[in-house]
DNA sequence: CGTACGGTTGACGAGTGTCAAGGGTAGTGG
DNA sequence: CCACTACCCTTGACACTCGTCAACCGTACG
């Protein structure tokens, strides 16, 4: 509400950029309504629906883009295949490796995704005059980094089924913003096969812990995605957090 | 040479930090003389002994440091002691987290260590002032983040042999920055113990793996902690780097 | 000489992976 | 409307890697 009315009284901010979800809280935040309209002006939005890759691993990067809705998936893979989820990314993350040409892994649509694209010359140019901009990317970087760390000790020290729960307890604070207080309910933005690729399991071991937790009334199950976790406390208990 | 030769051009330069082992890799290279003699004014050296902790976890930071030599620690501790290193760190990095008053891991020399240490105040002062400081820290927490995503594909996906393997390679990439061509030849600035909770695995499995490397060849071991490996592709290959 | 500590090795068992079969649902075509 | 297929998920039986427990070794140190 109040962020449509000081859209109004700032009529010189880019029309693609006032419905934005992103602008707020995204990069963006950090531009004046003049840099965003420079910046608007080379970007562009784009659908991406689920299970697309749409950067690849070892492939080289023209551009960064803010996610606009969806979720995406940073994976790396071995040469004999062996696959490992290494980041999930929401809405309104930067996507892109500043000062690095190629990538070092893929990134994928977990679901359907719009995401805003701007060229990699724009960015570069931005953060050269604006600082305040490099100090928003860095402290994605650092919040990254700490998410990343805490998956290490998940992964490396965890039993399945505190894996299992950590994931859905990731998934249920990035649902939820209101109410996630007691319960939470969603959908589950990864398959079975994916969530293996995250944990460092297999399918048959996310779907036996997943079956566990909900014999254990822990979460209920409908239709493999719908997920609702009466007692959010329980969940995280489970997942080792005490 | 060349450097010692810029030193005596610039007078002007603090004592303390014309020998100093970290000013041409670390932040300090972002700093001109001016600068880094104001902040040397307040720094101040010091030498921590192996296994010494000197950031607990969940513990307040009012000070930053650079690593002169030596390796540190970085772990973290579930609440019933199962215990994951998520990075190590070597000279020159920096350490701190920025922008946060509250470490949310434990800060451990693994080797005898000698760090430079400035107050907190100060490094957030010159980070303001100088956007070539933030770029400087930006790149190095992106490099971490490199090194945690490349650790989670370790943790996630490999056997124990290849997570042991991966280890090696490590440190042997941190130890012959000039002949790491073919061969290499350190000491492990971890104990077994230490490089299990680096592994995710137990301290028996990694003593296990590391002598099956010893009768296959790929490493000769002395003393516990002195390795040398004659092939360091054969290593590479091991730790499932194809 | 005794103790402490870090590391190695062996025997055994638990947890997770592998392989295989089967269930549920959606989409397609007759 | 009903096969038929394809896909994802679940479940079971079994194997194997790695963890657990215990004994032992070598070195450092008092």
């Known amino acids: 509400?109040?962020?449509?009315?000081?859209?109004?009284?700032?009529?010189?901010?880019?029309?693609?950029?006032?419905?934005?979800?992103?602008?707020?809280?995204?990069?963006?935040?950090?531009?004046?309504?003049?840099?965003?309209?420079?910046?608007?002006?080379?970007?562009?939005?784009?659908?991406?629906?689920?299970?697309?890759?749409?950067?690849?691993?070892?492939?080289?990067?023209?551009?960064?883009?803010?996610?606009?809705?969806g979720?995406?998936?940073?994976?790396?893979?071995?040469?004999?295949?062996?696959q490992q989820i290494v980041g999930l990314q929401f809405a309104p993350d930067f996507m892109g490796r500043p000062?690095?040409?190629?990538?070092?892994?893929?990134?994928?649509?977990?679901?359907?995704?719009?995401?805003?694209?701007?060229?990699?010359?724009?960015?570069?140019?931005?953060?050269?005059?604006?600082?305040?901009?490099?100090?928003?990317?860095?402290?994605?970087a650092l919040?990254?980094?700490?998410?990343?760390?805490?998956?290490?000790?998940?992964?490396?020290?965890?039993?399945?089924q505190e894996k299992v729960a950590s994931f859905l307890s990731l998934i249920a604070s990035h649902s939820d913003p209101e109410q996630q207080d007691i319960s939470s309910v969603f959908e589950l933005p990864l398959s079975r096969a994916e969530i293996a690729d995250f944990l460092g399991l297999t399918i048959e071991t996310v779907s036996r812990q997943m079956t566990k937790l909900r014999k254990e009334g822990i979460i209920q199950i409908e239709n493999n995605r719908h997920v609702t976790v009466p007692d959010l406390d329980r969940l995280a208990f489970a997942a080792g957090n005490d």
Chains 1, 2 share one sequence.
């Open 1 to 69: 509400m109040d962020l449509l009315a000081r859209d109004l009284h700032q009529p010189e901010l880019p029309v693609v950029c006032r419905s934005c979800e992103a602008r707020n809280g995204g990069i963006c935040s950090a531009l004046k309504p003049a840099q965003l309209a420079e910046l608007s002006k080379h970007s562009s939005r784009r659908k991406i629906e689920a299970g697309n890759e749409f950067i690849g691993q070892g492939e080289s990067v023209s551009s960064y883009s803010n996610i606009l809705n």
């Open 71 to 82: 979720v995406v998936k940073l994976s790396k893979v071995m040469a004999d295949g062996r």
């Open 99 to 140: 000062f690095q040409g190629e990538s070092r892994m893929a990134a994928e649509a977990a679901t359907d995704t719009e995401i805003c694209i701007f060229p990699r010359r724009a960015i570069e140019r931005l953060i050269a005059d604006i600082p305040e901009l490099e100090h928003q990317l860095h402290n994605q």
């Open 143 to 160: 919040k990254e980094l700490d998410e990343a760390r805490d998956w290490m000790l998940t992964l490396g020290r965890k039993t399945a």
